[in-house]
């Protein structure tokens, strides 16, 4: 898999994201075992703070689930663990997961910069900004890594942003479409290259 460039977009060290990552598969776990959210203990005060994010699951490389917020409504940690239990058993494109699935999931975590509203799309940065395309009530977001696993240049990501939200692929173009870009912060469990 490519790389976005996802450098420290809101200064989490190693310890808050291995914690995180932790945090969300024990999530999955205690779901499935006792309907409930595991007791934690924040390491740091960074993972307390509000950011959006989105956990995706990914099961031998294919997409398993992905849900978040686009941005933090509570403290990190607490959305991670709604997130997870979210992507694992509430995201409508699949089914839940189940207990014997749980050792084959790969557990993604994007924390999220602010949003951007900009009007140059110029600006988007392939591999570095997500996309959100909001048109009246039709809205729709890609996270930054989306277009580079899929090796989409700035015009495709825009018209796929569009389809996500409903629309027709060059709504992008329609000055009444409100365009935004993010960048985040991508961590997962596979193994650093």
């Not at 031998?60 to 997870?84: F, N």
Request: glycine share 6%; proline share 6%; aromatic share 8%.
């Amino acid at each position: 898999m490519q790389k976005t460039d996802n450098g420290p977009i809101v200064g989490l060290n190693d310890r808050d994201k291995n914690y995180l990552l932790h945090l969300a598969r024990e999530t999955i776990l205690s779901v499935l075992d006792s309907d409930i959210f595991p007791d934690t203990k924040p390491p740091t005060k960074k993972v307390e703070e509000k950011f959006g994010v989105f956990v995706t699951l990914h099961k031998h490389g294919q997409l398993r689930g992905c849900i978040g917020y686009i941005e933090g409504v509570k403290p990190l940690y607490r959305e991670v663990m709604e997130m997870a239990n979210s992507a694992a058993f509430k995201d409508p494109r699949f089914p839940s997961v189940q207990k014997n699935e749980v050792t084959d999931l790969e557990i993604e975590i994007s924390v999220l910069s602010p949003l951007k509203q900009i009007s140059d799309t110029g600006e988007i940065q392939v591999g570095k900004h997500g996309i959100i395309i909001q048109q009246e009530f039709y809205r729709g977001l890609l996270l930054p890594q989306v277009a580079v696993e899929w090796g989409w240049d700035r015009d495709e990501f825009l018209q796929q942003t569009c389809v996500k939200a409903g629309l027709p692929r060059d709504a992008w173009k329609d000055p009444h479409t409100k365009i935004f870009i993010f960048s985040a912060e991508i961590f997962s469990e596979a193994k650093k290259e």
